[in-house]
């Protein structure tokens, strides 16, 4: 118990830390079989890792207090709204680390290949969102949510989902232009550059659509299968902005 409590803090010490040490230029040096298992294996599972952890103790922590008395429900549902965004940092920095190793494929088959399989895997990782923290919560001997903690959790977990949506979101744009605007420093920064070929504009602009197609696309389904566990994702906004 204390080890998984302790996954979160490891997995941000990391990514601050070692990822640009260690993984970045284990992804750049490698062939496209290894960016690919890096960008679509080792990555999500390490952002999983964290959140799922970490969505597992927000709620029950906030709702101890609240049967102790310490809180009102109102006040916890705040506290709930301000926490999340304090992870939101996290989420976006992972985020952008794939949207840009998302340019750097090496190989056009590759990239397109990426793109898609990422949008799949997203789309079944929020899709199931619900599924796989009751299963987290299962295999750690821990009972099924119920009352004031299930709702919390509900709040959790609409955090999660509209963050992720607006993290992805701001990743792929945030690339694409990084890409186009930063391409007179190609010599210095990987941002999928090809050595003495210029940068077709054109086709960072399909590759632009095509990420955020299937962005939208994902962010549907997993709006879709929230709603179904009567998760209040559409929520989100007016609660953040009457928590500050």
């Not at 049967?67 to 985020?95: C, D, N």
């Not at 920064?189 to 090809?194: C, E, F, I, R």
């Not at 077709?200 to 709006?223: K, R, S, Y």
Request: hydrophobic content about 50%.
């Amino acid at each position: 118990s204390t080890l998984l409590s302790m996954v979160p803090i490891l997995a941000t010490i990391f990514v601050g830390l070692l990822y640009p040490i260690l993984v970045v230029p284990a992804f750049i040096s490698g062939a496209v079989p290894t960016r690919m298992l890096i960008c679509l294996l080792l990555h999500p599972l390490l952002l999983e890792a964290g959140e799922a952890l970490g969505r597992s103790t927000k709620g029950g922590a906030t709702a101890d207090m609240l049967k102790r008395g310490e809180i009102s429900l109102e006040q916890a549902e705040r506290s709930i709204v301000q926490g999340s965004l304090t992870a939101f940092h996290f989420k976006q920095l992972m985020a952008i680390y794939r949207r840009l190793m998302l340019l750097n494929m090496g190989d056009p088959n590759a990239t397109i290949a990426a793109v898609v399989g990422a949008s799949i895997e997203e789309a079944i990782e929020r899709g199931f969102l619900v599924e796989f923290d009751r299963a987290l919560r299962r295999w750690r001997g821990q009972s099924e949510l119920e009352g004031d903690e299930l709702r919390l959790q509900h709040l959790v977990w609409m955090c999660d989902a509209n963050q992720s949506a607006i993290a992805e979101l701001n990743a792929i744009v945030i690339s694409s232009f990084a890409q186009v605007l930063l391409q007179q420093h190609a010599v210095i920064l990987a941002l999928g550059y090809v050595a003495d070929a210029p940068l077709d504009i054109a086709v960072v602009f399909v590759q632009l659509m095509v990420e955020l197609t299937l962005e939208v696309a994902v962010d549907c389904v997993a709006m879709w299968a929230e709603t179904e566990h009567g998760i209040p994702v559409t929520h989100y906004l007016a609660l953040v902005q009457s928590g500050g």
